[in-house]
């Protein structure tokens, strides 16, 4: 095994009380309220129909941050706020570039570095991975995913290009996780495949505690995974 390659949003970050956060703290000065953790959660559910559009044929690929605005609008709409001006849309936007890390992130990612080429293997494109990296004091020996494969998870060529660019066969590669599903088609696609639990993802009790596809590593968190891999 030569690198490891991380799912980011919710493996590595907490984007829901991130984005609930961020966006309380924009559009609540300007007289908007609702719960904004169901807020998250509504532009969260329209990530992967925008991403089908673009893996189906029916969209060329686009760089997420203008999936994300586009889905924005879509949840703004449904609350009736038609009024929430452009320069405050856009800033919210790019919300997703500075989501906050899990707390066991930092540590554990500099340690299994010691032993392992690490890099992002993510659907957000490599300036949204830049500023998450600069934003939470990550190093990474590069960056690899959609942007690269011109396609989005869990199509076959982002985790092997990934790999490829990495120099690594993809037998090489493990495909780093909280999510069953992404690593059911990082696994078919030749890889070796790590579970992190994150069960609280979705809220508290909500995200996945053990894997529910065949891993070759199952961890309670990243310092876990560290330990697993001998870090």
Same mark, same amino acid.
Request: charged fraction near 20%; aromatic fraction near 10%.
């Given at each position: 095994?030569?690198?490891?390659?991380?799912?980011?949003?919710?493996?590595?970050?907490?984007?829901?009380?991130?984005?609930?956060?961020?966006?309380?703290?924009?559009?609540?000065?300007?007289?908007?309220?609702?719960?904004?953790?169901?807020?998250?959660?509504?532009?969260?559910?329209?990530?992967?129909?925008?991403?089908?559009?673009?893996?189906?044929?029916? /969209?060329?690929?686009? %760089?997420?941050? &203008?999936?994300?605005?586009? =889905?924005?609008? !879509?949840? *703004?709409?449904?609350?009736?706020?038609?009024?929430?001006?452009?320069?405050?849309?856009?800033?919210?936007?790019?919300?997703?570039?500075?989501?906050?890390?899990?707390?066991?992130?930092?540590?554990?990612?500099? /340690?299994?570095?010691? %032993?392992?080429? &690490?890099?992002?293997?993510? =659907?957000?494109? !490599?300036? *949204?991975?830049?500023?998450?990296?600069?934003?939470?004091?990550?190093?990474?020996?590069?960056?690899?995913?959609?942007?690269?494969?011109?396609d989005y998870k869990p199509q076959s060529i982002v985790y092997q290009t990934s790999a490829e660019v990495l120099g690594?066969?993809?037998?090489?590669?493990?495909?780093?996780?909280?999510?069953?599903?992404?690593?059911?088609?990082?696994?078919?696609?030749?890889?070796?495949?790590?579970?992190?639990?994150?069960?609280?993802?979705?809220?508290?009790?909500?995200?996945?505690?053990?894997?529910?596809?065949?891993?070759?590593?199952?961890a309670l968190d990243l310092a876990h995974l560290a330990d697993l891999l001998e870090c």
């Amino acid at each position: 095994m030569k690198a490891l390659i991380f799912d980011v949003f919710g493996t590595l970050v907490d984007w829901r009380n991130s984005i609930a956060d961020q966006a309380q703290q924009l559009l609540a000065p300007q007289g908007y309220d609702t719960d904004w953790l169901a807020f998250a959660d509504a532009w969260r559910n329209e990530y992967q129909p925008a991403m089908e559009r673009v893996r189906s044929g029916n /969209r060329s690929f686009c %760089k997420l941050d &203008v999936l994300h605005r586009e =889905n924005l609008d !879509i949840v *703004l709409s449904r609350l009736g706020w038609h009024s929430v001006n452009q320069a405050t849309c856009d800033k919210l936007t790019l919300a997703w570039h500075s989501l906050e890390a899990w707390p066991d992130v930092n540590q554990a990612l500099h /340690r299994l570095r010691q %032993k392992y080429i &690490v890099a992002p293997c993510s =659907n957000g494109h !490599i300036a *949204l991975m830049v500023n998450l990296a600069r934003h939470n004091h990550w190093h990474w020996d590069a960056i690899t995913g959609a942007e690269i494969a011109r396609d989005y998870k869990p199509q076959s060529i982002v985790y092997q290009t990934s790999a490829e660019v990495l120099g690594c066969h993809w037998e090489e590669t493990i495909m780093v996780a909280a999510h069953s599903s992404d690593l059911t088609a990082a696994k078919q696609s030749g890889l070796q495949t790590a579970f992190i639990a994150r069960p609280d993802e979705y809220g508290p009790g909500l995200g996945e505690s053990k894997a529910t596809t065949p891993v070759d590593f199952e961890a309670l968190d990243l310092a876990h995974l560290a330990d697993l891999l001998e870090c």
